[in-house]
């Protein structure tokens, strides 16, 4: 599991834009939106790295916050 710290993550269409990118890595993860935590989690065999690149591109900002 991935846990990451997405502080520009402030609404709902950011939780659904953050979704989309990490889905765009691995379309089978599992994902846990926590948009008032501005936390993130993800089941997947990817990693941390992708997803970070992914969430990255997709104009955010995650931290990993551990496996």
């Known amino acids: 599991m991935h846990s990451f710290k997405v502080e520009d993550m402030t609404c709902g269409h950011c939780a659904a ?8 890595v691995d379309g089978q993860a599992d994902v ?3 948009v008032a935590n501005r936390a993130v989690e993800i089941r997947s065999d ?4 992708a997803f970070a690149t992914a969430i990255g591109e ?10």
């Not at 834009?17 to 765009?24: D, L, N």
């Not at 990817?46 to 790295?49: G, L, Q």
């Open 17 to 24: 834009t953050v979704e989309k990118a990490i889905k765009s």
């Open 32 to 34: 846990k939106i926590d």
């Open 58 to 67: 997709a104009g955010y900002t995650g931290a990993v916050q551990g496996r």
């Open 46 to 49: 990817k990693t941390a790295e």
